[in-house]
């Protein structure tokens, strides 16, 4: 499957191309340009997400697309800049949507976080289902509105969203670890919807037990924990 993967100059987008690298066509983006290690065989072009010149030829050609840029937080907020984080992150969102769906692009698969649901008490049986709670930072909120944009997004077109809520990537006590985050992507990428009338698909993925797995251990995205 020829796939573009957005966020590709983050850790997460390193762990999706050394998942799927090998198994798929892959076309990479990002904001910042990367060194030459670890990319040589992978076509990988900067680009505002924002600019439809620079987005429609990413698409061309693809089928589906892995946006992992709404994960990456803000490792250190600068009030001055929250408007262009919120900015990337729906805008961003958007723009992309447009051009992938015009390109014929028919899934796109959105990491986002489960900081969202942090709020909430740790005894508190959290899923899919309950109000996320985001702080009122652009690091908390641009992911949240990067769900909104897709969701909104796909209700209105023939485009089918996965929007996969991952923790921390590592052993965090409310974190996913790299292994999972890669098989949710992976089966997310995947999964079978033949028959399948809804287009909007929303899972949390946690290598603990601090969030259920919920509707992702069911079908169609039938994921499990490692070990699990």
């Known amino acids: 499957m020829r796939i ?27 904001a910042e340009p990367l060194g030459e290690a670890g990319f040589q065989n992978f076509s990988y072009t900067t680009a505002d997400l924002r600019d ?23 490792p250190t907020p600068d009030p001055a800049a929250e408007g262009d984080v919120l900015d990337r992150a729906a805008r961003g969102t958007y723009v992309l949507l447009h051009a992938a769906l015009k390109a014929g692009v028919r899934r796109v698969v959105m990491a986002s976080r489960l900081e969202l649901m942090a709020a909430y008490p740790e005894n508190y049986v959290v899923d899919e289902t309950w109000k996320p709670l985001p702080d009122a930072t652009a690091a908390s909120l641009a ?12 209700r209105a077109e023939e485009l089918v969203g996965v929007c996969l809520r991952l923790g921390d990537l590592g052993p965090d006590p409310a974190g996913t670890t790299p292994e999972d985050a890669a098989r949710a992507l992976r089966h997310a990428l995947m999964m079978d919807l033949a028959g399948r009338k809804y287009r909007w698909w929303l899972y949390q993925i946690c290598s603990t037990e601090r969030y259920r797995l919920g509707a992702a251990a069911n079908a169609p995205l039938g994921f499990a924990r490692s070990g699990g």
Do not use: C, N
Request: hydrophobic share 45%.
């Open 143 to 154: 992911p949240y509105m990067a769900e909104l944009t897709l969701r909104e997004f796909v």
């Open 4 to 30: 573009l993967i957005t966020g590709a100059d983050t850790p997460l987008g390193e762990i999706a191309l050394g998942a799927l690298g090998r198994e798929h066509d892959a076309r990479l983006t990002g």
């Open 52 to 74: 439809p010149d620079q987005v429609t030829p990413l698409v061309e050609g693809i089928e589906a697309v892995l946006h992992l840029a709404p994960y990456q937080p803000l």
